[in-house]
């Protein structure tokens, strides 16, 4: 007999009828034998509805006020749920954060959480019934409600699941699994039986939406087996866990598109010590992720520095940079939104030699310029212009994931 | 400078306009100088909205899913008022019933207040914050979300006014107080300026649905004074409190009409003791609300029986009286929908006598049949055919409540 954790997304609970389908899942896991505490969501919509009734109040609704507004998401669909369980016979009881002391810091919509006591959870699951829980929420010191962020339903599921030491995860979406790139921009994407926490990790830090990010290295930290499946049919699903030796012999996972970055160049910076951290400390003080960052080699004691930026915060960014470019005496600065990142993620290269330099030929032979390049352990990303984001995406996918002679590019070529 | 705790209903908060009205009215009054407590109702139908989800997903839904779905409705309306005072640079914080401590017991759905732990409140009112709670609900001893049943908003304001001793509890709702009759009715109707707890707990129990009834019980015991009026204008209201001397001199302060009850006979009913309590024992264990009876002047040993109970609750109500008249050897039973009880309210008729008398008189005047008789200290009802239940309504406020020459009837007629 094992202990399941199950969390289930917004549209999989998006109505009455998605929630029954939800319960008869659970119903049929649970005559299995198994103990089950199912993780919910909001009803899709519900989250972003809430939201603008607050900014229909106020343009900066205040943190703890909102997280008081659309915690109220999750607790409807985690009664909801319980109700239909009990319909259908199946003793069930649903919880809120600050019943099972899901204890965070206070900083309201996005809160880290800091511990759980499973005390009340595993009493319930003792008594044999089926333990609903509301996600994205936690309760601070004062006994505030706080919110974990946008798609932290996921955190809250695998922090259960590591604090009960369940046997695995299961994250129900509406997708089937992991594909090896996005299905809708790459038809010869196929589902990833299996995929490690660091390559899961690189996919969902590069725009794959499948799992949430800190959800993914939660469960790497507290090695929590994770299962990624569709609420909708009875496919397999993808297998989130640590690496093993036979993913060493997959080269790349996936191959990711971001059509979401902006490009930031500063140009004739002077080249000496301190002048990175003057450009990059405002930003960071914003709270403006950068990502990608490529410093040129410096001519004449001069030098370009280039990095990337969600497209959202590129306003804010250059609001920012253009104070410090004149302080500075940094010749200027331009923007480019026209870019795409895409990257090749897999384990697989930590033993293989070769792949970026084979990524770049890809890219050639479609004569698509290569315009910032970062390489990870796992991973290669180069930014490109937008209009070949897809194209690179696609002929990646076919030489490094599509065609199995690529596998190993020291043997090929 | 005054404590005032001000509760604001569904209506009164049904829209983000709305809320934003309120929140301009809560604004006007503390700049006044007062500190102020808001407790505040889901928005108008979200309450239902979220009943008829459960029932979507089962025929009687767990009373304990069901507190933790529908509390959720007047947590969403705190919080949104909540930032909606902030927009306006009022500081504010909302609070959810565990966060006050207000205990109940685990009668799911209608839950009574145990105690109330003011002090957080307290505190914030002395950092100068707008307190915002959400109403309705309540928390058990095994940390559980309770709701007080319909309209309960209403008792948690008056709840928390007397933990905190408030100077006066406002309840805003779309009316513009407590009036004579029900003005939809009776054009003559006019607003009461004052009223008594006693007066309008009859009134409230006679079905004027201004005030829920254990509220104004609460404010009785713990001597609050209520004022009711309209948040959708400026307009005084209705202030209800201790009996004075000066309410005596008004002797109908109102004229009620129910037209939601029936009237169950059963006839032949041998006349001896013990036969009462076979009949209303089941009845009262069914959880039936059994208003008025009357028992007949006995001939040869056998009696007829007569008693009101609310509409909806006339068929459950068959059932059981049917069973009991066979086994007691009664001659039959049967039931009348088509019955309204009309009823005159007022503390003076304690001091002054011939009230009921008059009462019959302009009955017969207009040649209404009086089918039921019942009198309270200070409440005559009777139960006429339903047809005439308007009229009887509009003649009995026309010589009691219109008619100043009719208020001491010793000295008319």
């Known amino acids: 007999m094992g202990l399941i954790v199950q969390k289930y997304g917004g549209t999989s609970v998006g109505s009455t009828d998605r929630i029954k389908a939800v319960a008869d899942r659970v119903s049929n896991a649970k005559r299995r034998g198994d103990r089950m505490v ?29 997280d008081v507004l659309v915690s109220t998401g999750e607790q409807v669909s985690a009664a909801l749920l319980s109700i239909r369980l009990q319909a259908l016979g199946l003793p069930a009881i649903s919880f809120l954060a600050d019943q099972l002391r899901i204890a965070t810091d206070s900083n309201h919509g996005r809160a880290r959480i800091k511990s759980i006591d499973p005390a009340r959870v595993v009493q319930e699951l003792e008594s044999d019934r089926v333990v609903v829980v509301a996600g994205y929420q936690g309760v601070d010191a004062l006994g505030d409600i706080t919110t974990l962020g946008r798609g932290a339903s996921d955190l809250t599921a695998v922090a259960l699941a590591a604090a009960l030491k369940a046997d695995v995860c299961e994250i129900y979406t509406d997708v089937d699994g992991v594909y090896t790139a996005d299905p809708n921009l790459c038809p010869k994407a196929r589902k990833l039986r299996r995929i490690s926490y660091d390559e899961m990790l690189e996919m969902a830090g590069l725009g794959a939406k499948v799992l949430q990010l800190r959800s ?37 996972s996936g191959v990711t598109l971001d059509q979401n970055q902006s490009k930031v160049t500063i140009t004739g910076v002077e080249d000496r010590p301190g002048l990175a951290a003057r450009i990059f400390g405002p930003i960071a ?24 930026v969600n497209r959202d915060d590129v306003r804010r960014t250059l609001e920012l940079v253009q104070r410090v470019a004149k302080e500075i005496g940094a010749t200027g600065v331009r923007s480019d939104d026209q870019v795409a990142k895409v990257s090749i993620v897999g384990v697989g290269m930590r033993t293989h030699a070769g792949v970026a330099a084979k990524m770049f030929e890809v890219l050639a032979d479609e004569r698509i310029n290569i315009e910032m390049i970062a390489t990870s352990e796992i991973k290669v990303s180069v930014v490109v212009n937008s209009k070949y984001g897809e194209l690179a995406m696609r002929a990646l996918h076919d030489a490094f994931v599509d065609n199995a002679a690529m596998q190993f590019p020291g043997e090929s070529a």
Do not use: H
Request: contains cysteine.
């Open 38 to 66: 199912i993780v919910v969501s909001a009803m899709a919509g519900e989250t972003n509805r809430l939201f603008k009734l607050a900014s229909d109040l106020c343009d900066a609704p205040n943190a703890r006020e909102t």
């Open 216 to 252: 993914v290295e939660l469960a790497r930290r507290y090695n929590v087996p994770l299962v990624v499946r569709s609420s909708f049919n009875e496919s397999e699903g993808t297998w989130v866990g640590q690496e093993d030796q036979s993913m060493e012999d997959v080269l790349v």
């Open 285 to 308: 003080a914003a709270g403006i992720v950068v990502d990608m960052i490529i410093q040129n080699a410096s001519a004449d004691g001069r030098t370009d520095m280039t990095f990337t």
